[in-house]
């Protein structure tokens, strides 16, 4: 079956680092992924839609010079959060799609909690 | 930019009944609408979607689309209490270079108790 892995499932930073997380595609092609956070207030926001081969679109308040996103190939993608604060707390999830039809089903991956110090 | 409300925030119903969800999109032009199920500690996981107006059903799930109202809701029937869960629907929007944008509401926190 399709399966996303997202690792490490928590972290712990402080104030003003930065830190990587990862997204795993297992069983299927993930030409297309979406990188989103979901926030204490429960808030899902969508940070960038990634395609293979393709410019990733960041939406409005997320930045690549934030936010840089690397998906070099239709099993991965990797986020950096860089410089992170309070206001950067939350569950990021990836969600790959094999295919780019929107009748292709997002599998999402468990998500990176990250907690700032 | 799409915007999606769901309502309730939070249902609360006992083992056996009929759970309703509900969801309001601002754009009829979107391509698809999802209905994703997140429990604690876990990432979404697709239930059912629907891309034309009218229902679908799949097993105890019935959704019903309308554009027109922009409206779409799930509906449970014979609640279990492993339904519990945060209902999320999902609407993609087609983008430039060919890609679908899923936008998300912020869910209904369903609770079936025995």
């Known amino acids: 079956g399709a399966l996303v892995y997202q690792y490490p499932r928590r972290t712990i930073c402080k104030s003003g680092t930065s830190m990587r997380m990862e997204c795993q595609a297992v069983?299927?092609?993930?030409?297309?992924v979406a990188w989103y956070r979901q926030s204490p207030q429960k808030t899902f926001e969508l940070i960038a839609l990634?395609?293979?081969?393709?410019?990733?679109?960041?939406e409005q308040n997320f930045t690549q010079e934030k936010f840089p996103i690397s998906h070099p190939n239709l099993s991965f993608s990797s986020m950096t959060v860089l410089n992170a604060y309070l206001e950067d707390r939350g569950l990021y999830l990836c969600?790959?799609?094999?295919?780019?039809?929107?009748?292709?089903?997002?599998?999402f991956g468990a998500g990176t909690r990250l907690s700032v110090l | 930019q799409e915007k999606v409300q769901q309502s309730p925030e939070s249902l609360i119903v006992p083992e056996g009944a009929m759970s309703s969800l509900n969801c309001t999109f601002s754009?009829?032009?979107?391509?698809s609408i999802w209905w994703y199920q997140q429990h604690p500690g876990k990432g979404p996981e697709a239930l059912i979607?629907?891309?034309?107006?009218g229902n679908k059903k799949e097993g105890r799930l019935t959704v019903y689309l309308n554009r027109a109202s922009l409206h779409v809701s799930l509906h449970i029937r014979d609640s279990q209490p492993s339904d519990s869960a945060v209902y999320l629907c999902?609407?993609?929007?087609?983008?430039?270079?060919?890609?679908?944008?899923?936008?998300f509401g912020k869910g209904t926190s369903l609770v079936v108790h025995p």
């Open positions: 990634s395609t293979v081969n393709s410019a990733i679109k960041y």
């Open positions: 999902a609407v993609s929007m087609k983008v430039s270079g060919g890609n679908y944008k899923p936008t």
């Open positions: 069983g299927f092609q993930a030409t297309s």
């Open positions: 754009n009829s032009a979107s391509q």
């Open positions: 979607s629907i891309f034309s107006n």
């Open positions: 969600g790959a799609r094999g295919g780019q039809d929107s009748q292709n089903t997002l599998y």
